[in-house]
Every structure is written in C-alpha cells, then in structure tokens.
C-alpha cells in the first residue's frame, strides 16, 4: 500500500512540477515563436529526464538526508514524512500554477519537509543546513541577473549592438 501510494503522489508531484516549472525551460522560446510547442514538449522532457538522471542523486540526498534527516528515522515515519510532503508540496504547486502565481518546487518541498520537521519538534530540523538552502534562495537570482548581464554584454560587443 505504502509503494502505491508512493508511486501516485511521485506521479502527482511530477505532474505539478510539469505543470508549473515547464514554461522556465521553453516558454519565451514558445511564446516568441521561436520554437513550436511540440519541440519545447521534447525538449523538456528530454532534458529534464537526463538532469534528474545525472545530478538529481546530490538533491535527493540534501532533501532526503538533510533537511530533516530521514535516514535516521524509523522507515515507516520517513515514508509517511515522503507521502505527506509530496501531498503538501503538490498541492500547493497546483494551487500556485492555476492562481498562475510564480512558484518554485523546490521551495515547496522543502517548506513543505520542514512544516513536518517542525511538527515532529524543532530538533528534527537540520538548521544549519536551512540557513543555507535559505541564503542560496536568496542568492541565486542576483547571481542569475549578473551572469545574464555579462553574457548580454559580451554577446552586444561581439555583434555591434
């Protein structure tokens, strides 16, 4: 029963993360016309298989292992501290994509791992780990805004824009 609910609420929390973080990928290509909506389709699926594939195993073990360390925990509590924060962390994804709010999933399922951390007491929170998930969330759009900036410039010199 466990497995089952499991692979849905995966199946669901997937299809959230589709629903909301797909248009990151490809939308400005899709809605400038560049790219016809099928290839942004393939093109997402595709990269979003291999990212998981290849470097999803480091998120997976900060989530899983950090945030609040489910390792530790007796497997029947972990499984239902996975099935409870993929519900929570999905809903809230679906919610945010049809109110077309701006979201991230990863924000939400780490909110939504430590909502559980706090309910099982404040000790079962990697906190040292929070401050730094927290300040890379803050980070991260500078960073992005600066990189953003200089690849504009460098691309502007080299064709006289």
């Not at 099928?38 to 979003?48: E, P, Q, R």
């Not at 470097?55 to 609040?68: D, M």
């Not at 906190?127 to 803050?138: G, H, Q, V």
Request: aromatic share 10%; hydrophobic share 55%.
């Amino acid at each position: 029963m466990i497995f089952i609910l499991t692979l849905l609420l995966s199946l669901y929390m997937g299809w959230s993360m589709g629903a909301n973080d797909a248009a990151n990928c490809v939308g400005a290509d899709i809605g400038s016309g560049v790219m016809k909506l099928k290839h942004g389709i393939i093109i997402t699926i595709l990269f979003s298989f291999l990212g998981a594939i290849l470097f999803g195993s480091n998120v997976i073990k900060t989530i899983g292992k950090g945030v609040v360390p489910l390792n530790v925990l007796p497997q029947d509590i972990a499984s239902l501290i996975s099935l409870v924060s993929l519900f929570g962390a999905g809903t809230w994804i679906t919610i945010a994509t049809y109110k077309k709010y701006p979201v991230s999933t990863s924000h939400s399922i780490v909110g939504a791992i430590w909502g559980i951390g706090f309910h099982k007491g404040v000790k079962a929170i990697n906190f040292k780990l929070a401050k730094e998930i927290i300040l890379t969330w803050a980070l991260i759009p500078l960073i992005s805004g600066i990189i953003s900036y200089g690849v504009i410039k460098i691309l502007l010199f080299f064709i006289g824009g």
